[in-house]
């Protein structure tokens, strides 16, 4: 045979051909849109509708053209045939990459890191060391049934008494809690009771001889004038412990406003010192004009102060 010389193709050997071209085509154009989504253009953009070109009717060896109807209808057919196979394989691969086995040593305390006789791992996944250790507890079950019964059992009924005593001891922790919240209740109530009672006896008395801290100043713990601040004002007036569980905002506001209003009128300025700072000793009668004067601030601070 000279060199170089090609014969012509058959129908069979030209449809085959064909089909390897169209595979290639296909893959082609399925590598164009696995990069163009990869690189973040939208599905539209890659041309899926690929138009592959007619190879048009083939030649017989002896120069006689065929129509190749029924050529071209299983050439098509073959071809989306083999674009289906290459989804398919695709959707199986991106399923076998999203499984990932973690080996027993390194997954963390709330897995299955601890339980030494779990069946549930995959024997496939198991290393050699792994794969014996099943094999083993796998047969000692099933030899010791009413033992890995009994075992079961233990565990459940140890499970069962650790809840029970989680449950006991947060139950003593609540009750303690409560008793120390109803213990502050009782004693701020007291601290309150003590205020009012203070103030009853001071108009009724008519004593000339006070001092700075025979006034009832409305703040926690010994009276100091860098005391008379806002903050500690309001903590004595309104401390959490006292309030009202369930009470509406709206009552809140009211109480709140009553209370402030009474400490406005005991120590405004003109109240105060026309009838407690004259009462009190000249030398202390000073001190005694800055704290209600402190106090008369502090109020009026909180009374325009939303709440």
Same mark, same amino acid.
């Given at each position: ?12 050997? /030209? ?42 009717? &083939?030649?017989?060896? %002896? ?12 050439? %098509? ?7 289906? +196979?290459?989804?398919?394989?695709d959707t199986i691969e991106a399923r076998l990459n999203e499984y990932a086995h973690v080996p027993r040593r390194w997954r963390g305390a709330g897995?299955?890191? %601890? ?5 549930? +791992? ?10 014996? $250790? ?14 890995? %019964?009994?075992?079961?059992?233990? /565990?459940?009924? /140890? ?28 004693? /701020? ?14 108009? $009724? &008395?008519?004593?000339? +001889? ?62 105060? @010192? ?9 030398? @202390?009668? +000073?001190?005694?004009? @800055? ?17």
């Amino acid at each position: 045979m000279p060199k170089g010389l090609r014969l012509k193709r058959t129908p069979a050997e /030209q449809a085959e051909h064909d089909l390897r071209k169209a595979r290639k085509a296909a893959k082609k154009a399925a590598l164009r849109q696995r990069r163009a989504q990869d690189a973040g253009f939208a599905e539209e953009d890659v041309d899926l509708d690929y138009a592959f070109p007619d190879p048009g009717p &083939s030649t017989s060896r %002896h120069g006689t053209r065929t129509t190749g109807t029924a050529e071209d209808g299983s050439f %098509h057919e073959k071809l989306w045939d083999a674009l289906g +196979d290459d989804d398919r394989l695709d959707t199986i691969e991106a399923r076998l990459n999203e499984y990932a086995h973690v080996p027993r040593r390194w997954r963390g305390a709330g897995s299955q890191a %601890h339980d030494p006789d779990s069946m549930d +791992d995959d024997p496939r996944s198991m290393d050699d060391d792994e794969y014996a $250790e099943w094999v083993r507890v796998g047969m000692w079950r099933r030899r010791n049934a009413a033992a890995h %019964h009994e075992q079961q059992r233990q /565990q459940a009924a /140890q499970a069962a008494a650790r809840a029970e005593a989680a449950r006991i001891l947060k139950e003593k922790e609540d009750a303690r809690r409560r008793g120390r919240e109803e213990r502050e209740r009782r004693r /701020q109530a007291d601290v309150r009771d003590t205020y009012e009672r203070r103030w009853v006896e001071l108009l $009724e &008395s008519t004593s000339a +001889d006070l001092g700075f801290g025979d006034v009832p100043w409305p703040v926690c713990g010994k009276a100091d004038i860098s005391r008379l601040t806002a903050e500690g004002i309001s903590a004595f007036l309104f401390p959490v412990c006292l309030e009202v569980e369930g009470s509406e905002d709206g009552g809140k506001a009211r109480i709140r406003r009553e209370e402030l209003r009474g400490t406005m009128l005991r120590f405004h300025p003109d109240k105060f @010192e026309g009838r407690i700072l004259p009462r009190v000793r000249k030398e @202390e009668r +000073d001190a005694a004009r @800055e704290g209600a004067n402190a106090v008369a601030r502090a109020v009026a601070a909180l009374m325009e102060a939303k709440f």
